[in-house]
């Protein structure tokens, strides 16, 4: 990383959390497609690793090589006042990329572009009232994805709506997946080696895909096949990979999270760079796919 950003083009500093997921990866590659030299802007790209104090030291790198704009995916919701503050005195706008921040005052950042994390997991439990009859009981496992993040949150509260709607529907175990395949095969594995009977599962309820790969792997392997004549599996993002799995019938339900913001940031800098002004928070639009909905055309056109 050169120290001085070069003056003819448009510095930004991106805070990515890492890469957990396909997702992640995919939203990366966007991010590096869009700020380019070509398109006027002068990138740098952090990778924290999955480390809350690696994203303050490099928004701190920042604000010392005084670029133009900040773009932070924040791992987790708390913790930012300070940090935001710092950027705010330094005079950089910070735009905030898919995940949140719980902070009081929402100057501290001056749009955020992402999902609607809460609306995404009704549109899962709607589905599933749907097909489930009344009175039914189900036994519902559910793998977390990092928590105190806003995709964990939003996701999270919505499974927790419902099962309070459906006295027949019952928690069987919450476990921590933190959106990675490995540890949740890890989880899954462990929480069915501590287990003297086979128990019943209906449903799980995966907060992205990597933790779907990773489930369906640990419960196929210990005799849970997923499909439609056993476990549905649930899961979010809706990446080739887990549309190829829905297909198959393996996950029932892929509700999507789009992870190609980098054009809506380009954007939302140009009107910034513009003197215009920018809503506080702009939602992209998802949808969701059952297996017979996941054509070949539908696999072609997807780039993450
Ligand atoms: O669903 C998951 C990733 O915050 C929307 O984080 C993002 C989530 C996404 O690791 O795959």
Known sequence: MSEEPDTDLISVGVCQIGAESDWRVANSESIKGTFTEENGYQLYFEDAQQKQENQFRAIRRFIQQQVDYIVLMPITETGWESVLQEAREAGIPVILVDRMVDVEDET??????????????????????QRTPEGKPLSIMHIRGTMDSSAQQGRSDALEEALGRHPDWTLLTRLDGDFTQAKAYEVVNEFLAGQPEPVPIDVVYCENDNEAFGTIQALEENGYPCGPEGVTVI???????????????KIALEVECNPLLGPLVEQAIRTLEQGGTLPRQQYVEEKTFTPSQVTESLLAGRTY
């Open 235 to 249: 899961s979010f993002d809706a990446t080739t990979s887990g549309l190829e799995l829905c297909a198959q019938g």
């Open 108 to 129: 501290l950042y001056a749009t955020h572009i992402g999902s609607d994390f809460l609306q995404e997991g009704r549109t899962a439990m709607d589905w599933l009232e």
